[in-house]
Structure formats: structure tokens, C-alpha cells
């Protein structure tokens, strides 16, 4: 399997700002830093682009069901191991309002139907609901494209069906809620713009990958589009958080290229940093919340205030513990895991746990 840097880059950069992001909003900020802080959280964004790209990257033989049992295997075990050490820490020293109906509603995947229980332990694990909803309609997905004429169409298609479903929870005024506004269809057009992404990359190569802009016009775009999603959410509130993904998906992006070609061409080890992090990527953003709230637990515990100095030490703990992590879920993995299912066909891209990665 050949390795693309960026993808592991980008995976490693999006959820270390997705941690930050989770971090601060345990702190009591200034109006301009909270909303700067914010833009971390919108590492999500990326992460289904990512996900479509990897997806579509990989080269799938067998069954529906061989597709599926994979899944399974190497992405809702995973996620049962973290809801159940989450629920273990809820029964046991009280860190989460959720119990054993939750749990089963995360377990059993019918979590993304009901508003209680997507936010439960944590309110993070909404990402996985979204995720599962793509695996269900991937075989549709991938038979649209099929039959449409060219990829151009089959992105309107995709973008046409996000703006509708933009439209109903304006509408039925139903922003608030994570079950409306974080249904897949409302990342559609994300998730099919990484499939053609992933076409693209293999038929045009590295050469011409879209991480391949110049440095100024990411640095440009990046303000650009940031400043245009901000000016969303400052002027229209919930409704621009509804409408802003595509100036924030662009604008994150853009400034993710940018730092990948700034430690690239001048600060290799932060490049390295960022692509460490991408190979544990879906272990952390998994168990990061967790760790967040023991974090707290302890500096509640020894009689210190919450701010972003009492916070500079969990990020190391929360890479530590998904270090951990991964070497556990790896493991039980491996005990359901069929031989061939590790055997790539030649020239074939292999599948690994992470649903932000080539799965």
C-alpha cells in the first residue's frame, strides 16, 4: 500500500484541533478567542471529505456483506470499547448524566434517531452516528455515480441534496438539534466531493492532488472563507451554523495545506507531529472526551480553576491514552479479524480502522 503524507497529515491536524477545540470550551474566554477556538471544532468537516476520499480510494472486492462485517469489525468495535469504558466511568465515579440505555442505544447504532442519547458520554460520538448513516448508503452512492455521466453531475447531485436538507431544518426550525443538523445528509456534498477527489488523485497522481495548491492562494483562501463562515454565524447565529459549511470546510482545508507545506518545507518535525497523530487519529478522537473529563475531575479534585494554563497538560494525556488505546482496540481487532481481510490484492489500498482513513 502506498502511504499519502497529506492524508495522515490532515487526519492528525483535524482531530488535534477538534481536542483543542473540546478543551476550551471548558474555559471562560474572551469573545474573540472563544470564537478563534471555535474554528477547531470544525475539523469535522474535513473528516468527511476524508472519509468519501479514503473510501473511494480503496478498491473493494466481495460482498455487501464482506463490506459490512468490515465495518463492523474495525470501526464499531472500537466504538463499543470506548462507550464501555465510558459507561464504566459513568456508573463508577459519576463523569457522565448517561447509563446503560445510552450505552445500548451506542452499541446498537439507533443512537443517531434520538436526541438524548447521540450527545450522550460526551456528546462526540454524534461523528460515528453520521458515519454509520454513509456506510448504509454507500452501495447507493456508489451506483449513482456509476450511472451519471460525469462527476461534475453527480456532485451537484450531492450538493443539491445537502442544500434541501440545509432548507427543511431552517425551516422546521430544527437547527438545535444533533439528529437534524448532524444527519449525514447534511455533510453529503462533503463526502461525495472526497470521492471525486479520490477519482481525480488516481487518475491524475500526486502531482496534481488538490493539497498541491500554491502556499499564498491556501493562506488566501483560508482567510478568505474563515472570514466569510465567522461573518455566518456572528450575523444570523444558529441559522449560519446551519448554512456556513461550505465556506468552512473550504476555509479549514485550505489552512490545513497550508501548515502541511509551511512544516514540509520549513518545520519537518511538525509535519511528522501531525502524521503520528493521523495513524491514531479515530483511538483519540474516540477516547479524547473521556480523558478531558477526568482531566477535570483531578483539577476539581486538587482545588484548581480551569484555564487554558491548568489545561496545557492534557493534550499529552489525551495522546498518551489513545496511544494506549489503539494497542488495545488493535487487538480485538485482530481476535475478529479474518486472514484475507489483512491481504491486499496487488496494487489494492488496504483497509484499516480508522473511518476517516481508507476504510
Not at 447509563?99 to 452499541?107: D, H, S
Not at 477535570?296 to 494506549?324: R, S, V
Request: include cysteine.
Amino acid at each position: 500500500m502506498q502511504n499519502i503524507p497529506f492524508l495522515d497529515f490532515a487526519r492528525g491536524y483535524a482531530i488535534f484541533t477538534i481536542v483543542l477545540y473540546h478543551a476550551l470550551q471548558k474555559t471562560v474566554l474572551p469573545g474573540w478567542a472563544a470564537q478563534a477556538a471555535g474554528f477547531g471544532g470544525t475539523g469535522v468537516h474535513l473528516f468527511f471529505l476524508l472519509s468519501g476520499f479514503g473510501l473511494a480510494l480503496s478498491r473493494h472486492s466481495g460482498t455487501a456483506g464482506s463490506f459490512y462485517r468490515r465495518r463492523l469489525v474495525k470501526v464499531w468495535l472500537p466504538y463499543a470499547l470506548a462507550l464501555t469504558l465510558s459507561l464504566f466511568a459513568a456508573l463508577v465515579w459519576g463523569l457522565f448524566p448517561d447509563g446503560w440505555a445510552a450505552w445500548l442505544a451506542g452499541v446498537g447504532l439507533y443512537q443517531m434517531f434520538f436526541e438524548p442519547f447521540i450527545l450522550s458520554f460526551g456528546g462526540h460520538f454524534w461523528f460515528i452516528s453520521a458515519i454509520v448513516q454513509f456506510y448504509l448508503a454507500w452501495p447507493l452512492l456508489v451506483w449513482l455515480r456509476a450511472r451519471l455521466p460525469d462527476d461534475r453531475l453527480f456532485f451537484g447531485c450531492c450538493l443539491a441534496v445537502s442544500v434541501a436538507w440545509w432548507g427543511l431544518v431552517f425551516f422546521l426550525e430544527k437547527g438545535h438539534s444533533r439528529v437534524w443538523n448532524s444527519f449525514f445528509l447534511q455533510f453529503l456534498w462533503e463526502f461525495g466531493l472526497g470521492m471525486i477527489l479520490a477519482a481525480q488523485y488516481r487518475q491524475r497522481g500526486e502531482a496534481r492532488a488538490f493539497w498541491r495548491f500554491p502556499l499564498s492562494l491556501n493562506l488566501l483562501a483560508g482567510l478568505v472563507f474563515t472570514g466569510f463562515m465567522v461573518l455566518l454565524v456572528l450575523k444570523m447565529g444558529p441559522v449560519g451554523r446551519i448554512f456556513n459549511d461550505i465556506p468552512a470546510l473550504i476555509g479549514y482545508t485550505a489552512f490545513c495545506i497550508a501548515v502541511f507545506q509551511l512544516g514540509a518545507k520549513y518545520l519537518p518535525p511538525l509535519r511528522q507531529f501531525f502524521e503520528w497523530v493521523g495513524g491514531i487519529s479515530y483511538s483519540l478522537y474516540l477516547i479524547h472526551v473521556l480523558v478531558l473529563d477526568f482531566y477535570l475531575l483531578a483539577l476539581d479534585g486538587g482545588g484548581l480553576k480551569i484555564n487554558p494554563i491548568t489545561l496545557l497538560p492534557y493534550p499529552l494525556l489525551a495522546l498518551a491514552a489513545a496511544w494506549l488505546f489503539e494497542q488495545g482496540s488493535s487487538r480485538l481487532i485482530g481476535l475478529f479479524s479474518k486472514k484475507n481481510d489483512n491481504q491486499p490484492r496487488p496494487g489494492a489500498q488496504t483497509d484499516v480502522a480508522d473511518p476517516t482513513r481508507t476504510t
